[in-house]
């Protein structure tokens, strides 16, 4: 645990939905399960994209070097693509909205579940240092919802999501949302496994946001201008805070919408639902064209 | 602050890799860390010495190399140097740019005794 901010990892507990986890609040992800790669079925040994290290000796005779060249995210990233894998078999696309505390991100996925619910399976992980608030927020629209709580870990880890995945069963062709903990920052760094990170940025903040937090505004996809019906009270400049976010991503995508008013919505839920149908090509066409 | 992440990440590599190798103490960690990686380095150096406690590399020296910034200038058709994600290119001012360096995060050595 890191002494200067309180930050650190060790504390990570996850919630299930009706049925907790068996190692649920005392026991939490050890430096093995977030750490170690994720193994090779049935083969007894590691994911071997690490790489085979190699030994070789010089400097002091009392000291070996040990070359090692393994990522740091190594570990984090294979068990993302765990993850991938567990989306692309159950046809799932999974969205991963970062931003900072307080966008209205848990209100505009209320929202947006209520909406898909009503034409597709949709699930959700939410993430928090602490409470399950959010989690109960999304569970009182009838939408499955596991809570992670990273303790003072400042975001998700793709490890976490899988053991969430435990308690939330995926049904085929639905979109479950990882609402990762409000930062700007650590998130970027982190894949889940993810298709797309969705970044969230309310018009009560900054427009130069996305100069001053670069890494997130780059990793994402698309960022959604939230709080658009304050708008009228603010001094907000919407085209300079697009302007800035393409400066720093140059393919991103912005769509300006509200969730208290619903403004912008129908381009929002239909960028999702274009996505949904890109991971069935077959099932499209098939409707689409009339085979002879 | 995800360099705590980072830090327990290092000592878990270098850890097991001392151990394959039947090491028993670690004295020296080499990492690469790129200066567009969204590091600070002296949070990563300060969680290390929490995160490495109580381990092989409990005391161990941290040697970080820092690559510098690179990217693909789409107009200009050529790699040039970058210093920070949100800068344009330094020789046309174009935004089009791809990152093909500066992002490493890796452990690239270790010495054990």
């Known amino acids: 645990m890191c002494t200067t901010c309180g930050c650190g990892t060790d504390h990570v507990h996850i919630d299930g939905v009706g049925h907790p986890l068996a190692r649920a609040a005392q026991a939490p992800l050890t430096g093995v399960e977030r750490f170690a790669a994720v193994p090779i079925a049935g083969s007894g040994e590691t994911d071997s994209s690490f790489g085979r290290i190699g030994v070789h000796a010089h400097g002091t005779p009392a000291a070996r070097i040990v070359q090692v060249e393994r990522d740091l995210l190594a570990a984090n990233d294979s068990w993302a693509r765990l993850n991938r894998d567990h989306f692309a078999a159950t046809g799932t696309l999974c969205l991963n909205l970062v931003s900072s505390p307080g966008s ?25 240092q602490q409470t399950s608030n959010d989690a109960d927020r999304i569970r009182a629209t009838g939408v499955p919802a596991v809570q992670v709580n990273t303790g003072r870990g400042c975001h998700l880890e793709a490890p976490m999501v899988a ?40 018009v009560t903040e900054g427009e130069d946001k996305p100069l001053k ?20 009270f603010l001094d907000f400049d919407v085209d300079l805070c697009e302007a800035n976010a393409r400066r720093v991503n140059p393919s ?29 090509p077959a099932a499209d066409a098939g409707r689409g064209e009339a085979r002879p | 602050m995800h360099e705590m992440s980072l830090a327990e990440s290092v000592v878990q590599i ?8 039947g090491g028993s103490r670690i004295s020296s960690v ?4 790129g200066r567009l990686a969204g590091v600070e380095i002296e949070a990563l ?20 190399e820092r690559p510098d910034g690179r990217a693909w200038c789409m107009p200009c058709g050529e790699t040039v140097s970058l210093s920070g994600l949100a800068d344009p290119c330094p020789r046309c001012g174009s935004h089009q740019l791809q990152v093909t360096g500066g992002n490493e995060l890796k452990v690239r050595e270790i010495a054990i005794h």
């Open chain 1, 213 to 232: 937090y670069p890494d997130m505004f780059r990793a994402a996809d698309l960022v959604l201008l939230n709080k658009t019906d304050l708008l009228p």
């Open chain 1, 163 to 202: 053991k969430a995945l435990e308690a939330l069963p995926l049904a085929g062709g639905g979109v479950l949302f990882v609402e990762n903990v409000g930062n700007l920052v650590c998130p970027a760094l982190f894949d889940l496994g993810e298709a797309h990170k969705v970044a969230i940025l309310s």
């Open chain 1, 104 to 128: 209205g991100k848990t209100t505009l996925l209320v929202r947006t579940v209520a909406e898909i619910a009503t034409r597709r399976p949709v699930s959700v992980i939410e993430g928090d």
């Open chain 2, 14 to 21: 270098a850890e097991d890799t001392a151990r394959q190798n």
């Open chain 1, 252 to 280: 991103v995508e912005v769509l300006r919408v509200s969730a208290r008013s619903g403004e912008g919505f129908d381009a929002w839920l239909a960028w999702i639902e274009r996505r949904v149908a890109a991971l069935h």
């Open chain 2, 45 to 64: 150096r300060f969680c290390f010495d929490a995160a490495s406690r109580s381990s092989l590399a409990e005391g161990a020296e941290l040697v970080i």
């Open chain 2, 30 to 33: 080499f990492l690469e860390v």
